[in-house]
Nanobody, 119 residues
Framework: QVQLVESGGGLVQAGGSLRLSCAAS????????MGWYRQAPGKQRELVAI???????NYADSVKGRFTISRDNVKNTVYLGMNSLKPEDTAAYYC?????????????WGQGTQVTVSS
């Protein structure tokens, strides 16, 4: 079992910055990758960024150059730094962890944190 708790969302003006945090607990050793997803009202949840156990990263094209995913292994925490925020970034942001047990991948999700960017 893995538990994820997100924080750091809020209301900012366009061009501003936020940093989201995701604290993981439980069977941390089993986590393969972690990532951030977002979901705007009326839209499907989409991948924003992922980071592997080896710290390799991938980003959605819409956030490349603006968002940075990172991790702190001591604190078991993953971060999403968001710069140059746009109104289009407004969404509920969810932390995700993927674990591998045998040949099965399991997904765990945080409760979500709201990011609202005003114009």
């Amino acid at each position: 079992q893995v538990q994820l708790v997100e924080s750091g969302g809020g209301l900012v003006q366009a061009g501003g910055s936020l940093r989201l945090s995701c604290a993981a607990s439980g069977n941390i050793f089993s986590i393969n990758t972690m990532g951030w997803y977002r979901q705007a009202p009326g839209k499907q949840r989409e991948l924003v960024a992922i980071i592997s156990l080896g710290a390799s990263t991938n980003y959605a094209d819409s956030v490349k150059g603006r968002f940075t995913i990172s991790r702190d292994n001591v604190k078991n925490t993953v971060y999403l730094g968001m710069n140059s925020l746009k109104p289009e970034d407004t969404a509920a942001y969810y932390c995700n962890a993927k674990t591998l047990r045998g040949i099965t991948t399991y997904d765990y999700w945080g409760q979500g944190t709201q990011v609202t960017v005003s114009s």
